[in-house]
């Protein structure tokens, strides 16, 4: 079985753009780094009109057209957020209205690899506070919500979540499988490259990174094959051309944890529902 997977901010004021989600996606994931109105504002930068009760007004609309039309048993509605100092004290007040629309499943992810290369730094207080939402958070939505917190380990100076410079997969570049990059080539012809790395665009030269010079005239059903991804793993899992190894590592790691997290997902979600 295929699924299809968009990750969207929610900022598009584009009806036919959410009727299309609820028509064709597998997993709709809104992300949302700032959860309430202050740190939305601050994080996310977002269009003057656009506000974090708009968003949660569009996913709430998601929702009720996907179980109006059937598709609760075949699409997942869900939100990924942040593990940030701006976000202290709002998490439960957060979830308890994500769970109240009828989300799937909520995540918050931490903020690779380190706040104090960006002066984010959780303050005693804010450590404390975080730690303890959290553990209420896990006992109230247990059995009720997917829910994936980080673990946050606080540190005097540096605040780590994981040892960034540690791949848990050797033989895989999973940025080139779910991160690759659409690359506008032509626009009278409205067609565009798909190439394996977002990151290092002078790959885009190299044949053995390019899934297709022809999305737009191709579907992406027709250049998304097996053969296709196959050759395309073996060429980038072994690419030296990074210039942020660390980055990439630790981009890497945050991947195949989501990876085997949305396999076991999926298998719970089809062999035994949602409560």
């Known amino acids: ?57 569009k996913i ?9 039309k059937g598709r609760r048993r075949q699409m997942l509605v869900g939100v990924t957020s942040l593990v940030h100092p701006a976000n202290t004290g709002s998490y439960e007040r957060f979830s308890e209205r994500l769970y109240n629309i009828g989300v799937d499943y909520l995540h918050f992810n931490p903020i690779l690899p380190s706040l104090a290369a960006h002066r984010l730094n959780f303050t005693p207080e804010q450590a404390k506070t975080t730690k303890e939402e959290f553990s209420r958070l896990k006992e109230s939505y247990k059995n009720k919500l997917f829910l994936r917190v980080a673990t946050p380990l606080f540190k005097e100076k540096e605040t780590f979540y994981y040892n960034p410079n540690t791949r848990l997969n050797q033989d895989i570049c999973l940025v080139s499988l779910l991160q690759p990059h659409i690359m506008p080539i032509s626009k009278t012809q409205n067609c ?14 190299n044949e053995n990174y390019l899934y297709s010079p022809e999305l737009g005239t191709k579907s992406f059903s027709d250049i998304w094959t097996p053969e296709n991804v196959a ?8 690419c030296d051309s990074c210039s942020s190894g660390s980055q990439l590592r630790a981009l890497d790691w945050m991947l195949q944890m989501k990876k085997e997290y949305l396999q076991n997902f999926l298998h719970e979600y089809e062999t035994k529902g949602l409560n």
């Open 192 to 205: 565009a490259a798909l190439v394996a790395c977002r990151y290092q665009p002078n790959i885009t030269t």
């Open 60 to 68: 709430e609309l998601v929702v009720k057209e996907r179980d109006k």
């Open 231 to 238: 050759r395309i793993n073996y060429n980038a899992k072994s």
């Open 1 to 57: 079985m295929r699924y299809v997977l968009l990750t969207t901010n929610g900022s598009r004021n584009d009806g036919a753009f959410f009727e299309a989600l609820v028509e064709n996606l597998s997993i709709a994931c809104f992300s949302i780094q700032g959860i309430n109105n202050e740190s939305y504002q601050r994080i996310m930068h977002p269009p003057k009109q656009v506000t974090l009760e708009n968003i949660l007004l």
